[in-house]
Structures are given as structure tokens and as C-alpha cells.
């Protein structure tokens, strides 16, 4: 920790955006886009479904647990300054929802800042409240989303369906950057019913996250280290080979493969990365380029997946087309130089900024409706 700054929190944050772009690529690249997920999946060979394995949902449930750590972070700042909470909160929550809407409609079909902005002003209200309270929220929500998610594999199961491909037609390979975005507006319920799933897995998880940060998971003391142990012993111990498991079991088990195993992976992930940046006294340039890209985490999510569709989709350089028949190899190696382009970028701008483009307008934004207006200007004798 320096000063009253947590350093794992940016390195976590780093990694959680570059392991997003890990899943996210993989739509990207697939000449059918985003609206040929199901067939994308449903075509993947084994090679391609381990390296989609790596990644698929483990590195969101990061960003959620951290986004859960962060609130706690600013209701603790907050309460010393002695402010009324939620109050202003509200409005942070409801610019990372404009945030994600913009995002949507401009740029990535399947955004989570917005069902973030929702589930931060559900949070909200429960940050505050005594253990009890926050414990039976979990409880009860945690409760009905696996039930929920257990009904809809059994159904998946039974009704023996399967992520068959389809024909993906043409607008991510030969349409226009306006028609995709027509496309997203047109279809903005298909695409958004993520949030069936985001928004009560975050609650879970914004709530996990602000009491793992209560509980000292990244702290240097001993409490700290053997919490530490026993998330990596629950997360990568046996949710990870379990995650495996779900991988190649068959499309019907996509849901728990996604929503129910990967936040338990994630857990495993923040502790052991929280370890390591508390054992290396001396950064190297991997976890420099990832906390600096941590530090400006919001335009790097927004950014990277501009590249990307720039570099993939017909209307930029169209590289998911033309490089389909080197599938799947080609891919990790496009996210890779996304990775490290964005490292570099954000090193260089930290050099002169103290925030990201992004981050910057945000707080713009965020102070504009507590700016106290200049007073009249006294009236004197010439």
C-alpha cells in the first residue's frame, strides 16, 4: 500500500481489462460478429475452447468483485467527509450507466457498465446496512440466481440444445459502421438481456467485494495472507478444474460455465494476484504496464474494444474475414498486441496525466452539478 492508495487494486484492475479483451476477442474475430455468438461457440474446435476457457467470464466477475471493492472505497470517503450516502453516489452510478449506453450504441454490442450503473445504485442502499442485513441480501439473491440458472441448464439439458451454428450474414464482414450501429439500437434487447444475468451476480458480487476489502484480503498481515490462501484454494483449487470441466461438457452447461464457476476462478485470481504484487517489492514492466492500464481502466475497456472492432469488422481493416482460415491461432496473438499497445498507450499518457481521457471527462462530469458558481463581481468607482 502507498499511502492510502491499495497497490494490487490497479494491478488487479489491469489484468481484469485484459482478461475481458481475452473474451471479447474472440468475438470480435469471428467473421459473423457479435451476432453470431451462439454459432461461434457452438463451432469451436478444442483448441479454440480452451483458449476461450482461459478467459470466459473469470476476468468480468474480477471487475465486478473490484467495481464491489470500489464502492466500499467511496462510501468509506464518504463518510469521513461527513457526506449524506448514497447522495452523490447516485450520480456516479447513473454516469457509468450513460457511460455504458453510449458505449453500447457506439461501439460493443455486449457492454457491462450498464448493468453495473444499476446494480451500483441497488448496492448502494446496502453498503451501509449491519452484517445481517448485507449477509441475507447475498443469501437470498445469491440464492435465486443459481436456482435461476440451474432451471435454465436443466432445460438446456433436457431439451437437448445445443449452440449450433448459423448463417452470420454480412454486416460485420461488408457493412457500414452506422449499420452496425442501427443494428445494436434495432436489437438493443437481444443484446442486452445479459443483464438478466449481470445485474443479480453483481449484486452478489459488489457486495462480496466490499466485504472482502473489510475483511483484509489486501492486507500485509497474517489475517490477510490466510485469506488469501483459502480463496486460492477455493478459486483455482477446485473452481478452476470444475470451470474445465463445464468447458468441454457440451453446450447445455454454457450458463454454469459462464455465470456460476467463473466468479469462484475470480476469487482465486484477486488473491493470488494480490500475493504476488505484495511478494515483488520491485515491479517489473509486466506489472507496470498493467497497473498503469489499471489506473486508466475505464478508457482502456472503452479503447481496446474500438481496436479491435477497427481492426476486425469490414468496415476497418476486416482481419476476422480475411484471417478466419488461420483460426484460432491468430487470435491470442491479436489480443496480445492489443494488450501491449494499450500498455505502452497508457504508460505514455500517465507521463503527462494524472487521469485517462476517459477518466477525466467522467470527473468532469461527475463535479459539474456541485461546481459552486462564481460570486457577482462587487461594483466600484472607476
Known amino acids: 500500500m502507498t499511502g492510502n492508495r491499495i497497490e494490487a487494486l490497479d494491478v488487479l484492475r489491469g489484468a481484469a481489462i485484459a482478461g475481458t479483451l481475452g473474451t471479447n476477442i474472440w468475438i470480435f474475430t469471428s467473421p459473423g460478429g457479435p451476432a453470431d455468438l451462439a454459432g461461434a461457440l457452438g463451432q469451436a474446435g478444442a ?3 480452451f483458449l476461450r476457457f482461459l478467459a470466459n467470464g473469470k476476468f468480468l466477475a474480477l471487475l465486478t468483485l473490484l467495481f464491489g471493492v470500489g ?15 448514497p447522495g452523490r453516489y447516485l450520480w456516479r452510478a447513473a454516469l457509468l450507466f450513460a457511460e455504458g449506453l453510449l458505449h453500447y450504441v457506439l461501439v460493443f454490442e455486449y457492454d457491462v457498465l450498464m448493468g453495473y450503473g444499476v446494480t451500483a445504485i441497488v448496492v448502494a442502499y446496502l453498503i451501509g446496512r449491519s452484517d445481517r442485513v448485507v449477509t441475507a441480501w447475498m443469501a437470498a439473491v445469491g440464492s435465486l440466481f443459481v436456482l435461476f440458472v440451474g432451471l435454465a441448464t436443466a432445460a438446456l439439458l433436457n431439451s437437448g440444445a445445443s449452440l449450433a451454428g448459423s448463417s452470420p450474414g454480412s454486416l460485420f464482414t461488408e457493412g457500414s459502421y452506422l449499420d452496425q450501429v442501427a443494428s445494436r439500437i434495432e436489437l438493443a434487447g437481444v443484446y442486452r438481456a ?7 451476480l453483481g449484486v452478489v458480487l459488489f457486495l462480496l467485494g466490499a466485504r472482502l476489502l473489510r475483511a483484509g484480503v489486501f492486507d500485509g498481515t497474517e489475517r490477510g495472507a490466510a485469506l488469501r490462501r483459502r480463496l486460492m484454494a477455493i478459486g483455482l ?3 478452476l478444474p470444475l470451470n474445465l470441466v463445464t468447458t468441454f461438457a457440451g453446450s447445455g452447461w454454457f450458463l454454469v460455465d459462464r455465470y456460476l464457476l467463473p466468479p469462484l476462478v475470480a476469487l482465486g485470481l484477486l488473491a493470488l494476484i494480490t500475493s504476488l504484487v505484495r511478494r515483488d517489492a520491485a515491479p517489473g514492466p509486466l506489472r507496470r504496464g498493467l497497473s498503469n492500464v489499471g489506473r486508466t481502466a475505464l478508457s482502456c475497456y472503452v479503447f481496446q474494444n474500438v481496436v479491435a472492432s477497427a481492426l476486425c469488422y469490414g468496415w476497418g481493416l476486416g482481419l476476422a474475414a480475411r484471417l478466419d482460415w488461420l483460426r484460432p491461432w491468430w487470435v491470442p496473438v491479436a489480443w496480445l498486441a492489443i494488450c501491449a499497445l494499450f500498455m505502452a498507450l497508457s504508460t505514455l499518457w500517465l507521463r503527462r496525466f494524472s487521469r485517462g481521457p476517459i477518466e477525466a471527462a467522467w470527473q468532469w462530469a461527475y463535479q459539474l452539478p456541485w461546481r459552486s458558481t462564481p460570486a457577482p463581481a462587487r461594483s466600484g468607482s472607476a
Open 71 to 85: 464502492l466500499e472505497l467511496q462510501y468509506r470517503s464518504a463518510r469521513r467527509r461527513g457526506l449524506r450516502w
Open 194 to 200: 445479459e443483464a438478466v444475468f449481470i445485474v443479480p
Open 47 to 49: 483448441v479454440e475452447s
Open 237 to 239: 483449487g477446485a473452481g
